[in-house]
């Protein structure tokens, strides 16, 4: 399709789940792309291996374990937490650690983690089932078409998104949320200066205001965070300061060299 519309189609990322005739099916088209493994898929399959964990530590190793793995920043940082992981199971659920160690860390599969993609980079495929799942339910109404039918419903699906208007935006939206938590952090206590417009928040993150960067795991993973967002409101109040025009009525003020 990209040669038909003469479309320079090279991705440097694929997210997909653990199907190997896919991932070598991108491969063969896509040399130099990276196949990143969904997050989600990558939990599914856990859920279904949940009989080799006590069941009052499956709440723990959904919620914080396994998600403490996907949320690291570097590859010390996953092995920091990987070896909270296994000092904290290895007792009580040995072969759910060696199934995990072969199916997500030593496979083909491993990409899972937030610092394998690039900031903000989605993390599952959950968002195309969505399109996907509309597509089956308001054009072919969860119908199954043979290759032509379907050829001629993809011409009604691409007239109706064609006039939709919807917009992708390229760049991650922060949430309301985040807002407000960012406006609840912004203060100049919370930030040492590091360089121009650098900081370092409570001397954890360090966070770049030019470059719309910070080392915190919750950039990595969503693209923005409240860090930044707190730097972002000291700074328009900072400008709002010093661009506040003076009250009182202008003076008329005339060259220096002009005299009566």
């Not at 099916?25 to 964990?53: E, G, Q, R, W």
């Not at 025009?245 to 005339?254: C, H, I, L, Q, T």
Request: charged letters at 25%; one cysteine or more.
């Amino acid at each position: 399709m990209a040669d038909l519309l003469e479309i320079n189609f090279d991705p440097k990322y694929i997210v997909q789940d653990a199907c190997p005739a896919s991932r070598n099916a991108a491969l063969k088209s896509f040399p130099d792309t990276n196949i990143l493994m969904c997050y989600f898929h990558v939990l599914l399959n856990c859920k279904k291996n949940k009989l080799d964990i006590p069941n009052e530590q499956q709440h723990l190793m959904f919620k914080r374990y396994i998600h403490r793995l996907h949320m690291t920043t570097s590859i010390d940082h996953f092995r920091k937490y990987w070896k909270i992981f296994v000092d904290s199971l290895i007792d009580n659920c040995p072969s759910f650690i060696n199934y995990f160690y072969n199916q997500w860390l030593k496979s083909n599969w491993k990409n899972w983690k937030a610092f394998s993609s690039p900031p903000g980079y989605a993390c599952t495929n959950s968002s195309l089932e969505s399109f996907n799942a509309t597509i089956k339910r308001d054009f072919t109404h969860r119908r199954k078409l043979g290759i032509f039918a379907f050829i001629g419903k993809s011409i009604d699906i691409i007239r109706y998104y064609s006039i939709d208007g919807q917009k992708f935006s390229m760049t991650p939206k922060p949430t309301s949320s985040a807002i407000k938590l960012g406006k609840s952090m912004a203060s100049w206590e919370n930030f040492k200066k590091i360089y121009q417009r650098t900081y370092f928040y409570k001397d954890c993150y360090k966070t770049n205001f030019l470059t719309k960067n910070c080392s915190c795991k919750y950039y990595l993973k969503v693209g923005y965070c409240s860090h930044l967002l707190a730097l972002q409101e000291l700074f328009k109040k900072k400008d709002q300061f010093v661009n506040k025009p003076k009250k009182g009525r202008a003076k008329n003020s005339e060259k220096w060299y002009v005299r009566e």
